[in-house]
């Protein structure tokens, strides 16, 4: 099980490859942790730097470079550490994966290959080309402990903070997060109602496929959570919670108008716990959102 310790070591591995992103205040008691100021866009470049880094020390990475599966982010996670490292990439995208998505991954030097209308389908592709690095977008130890260095940031910047609410897909961010915080810090999940993966596992005690819909699909419509998530959070006892599609919607037009914030609408689930009261924290409890991704077209909150 992914701990402290490896948190701590992916820090040391990544230290001046990544971006140490701040907090802001949000209203009484309450702070966004603006995650999605990272290279790339979102926190998948912290996993996937360490993920890559930690494959060359073991002398796991060969010459044709790395292959990823992505709805869009861990793709283009996966193409810019790739290119800062210097070596090949490839990444798998379902042919529903957002346009900027898309054309950002060219421009970043990866070749794209879209296929299949869902992750799943663009990850048994991408399984097929065995001459390269497999770079999980969330389910591996490395790509964990490198997304836990967001909980250390936060903790350096927010020492008295009491709980985190993490919009959840796959599971690779909120393991991260449970690994660096968990005993000090109260870790949330937040999922949608069409895309939750983590939280029918929760119930059903086992990790399990489900159906994947809606307007965050593109980020967090993983078919079934990873088993290191949901591992961590069984032991961790973290709270599930789910929010709908139009309070999703409602979220992210809520952090441009009120914040001037555009990020996607997966990465507004987590405000979207607070907004349609799905988590009502205590009086004076102090609450960070982790707003944890911005590869969106922002011409609808024009």
Known sequence: MINLEDVRAAAKRVDG?????????????????????????????RGMFN??????????????????????????????????????????????????KVAKLGKLGARVVQTGNEY??????????????????????????????????????LPDVDTVLVAVGGGGLI?????????RV???AVEPVTSCALHTALEKGEPVDVPVSGVAADSLGARRVGRIAF?????????????????????RRRLWDD??????????????ALLSEAYVPQPGEKVAVLLCGANTNPSDLA
């Open 17 to 45: 490859r990544i971006r140490r992103t701040p907090v802001a205040a949000a209203g009484p008691d309450r702070w966004f942790k603006l995650e999605y100021l990272q290279h790339a866009g979102s926190f998948k470049t």
């Open 259 to 272: 914040y001037r914030i555009v990020v996607e609408h997966g990465t507004a689930a987590a405000q979207a």
């Open 231 to 251: 591992e961590l959070a069984v032991d961790a006892k973290i709270t599930s919670v789910l929010v709908t599609d139009d309070a999703i919607v409602e979220a």
């Open 51 to 100: 993920q890559i880094l930690a494959g060359a020390e073991r002398g796991d990475l060969p010459a044709a470079g790395v292959v990823a599966a992505s709805g869009g982010n861990a793709g283009l996670a996966a193409a810019y550490a790739a290119r800062e490292l210097g070596v090949p990439a490839e990444v798998f995208v379902p042919v529903t994966a957002p346009a900027v």
């Open 175 to 183: 393991a991260g997060v449970i690994a660096a915080l968990r005993d």
């Open 120 to 157: 799943a389908e663009a990850y048994t592709a991408a399984l097929t080309r065995t001459q390269s690095m497999f770079c999980h977008a969330y389910d591996d130890a490395d790509m964990v402990a490198g997304n836990g260095t967001i909980g250390l940031e936060l903790l350096e910047q």
């Open 186 to 188: 109260n870790v949330v």
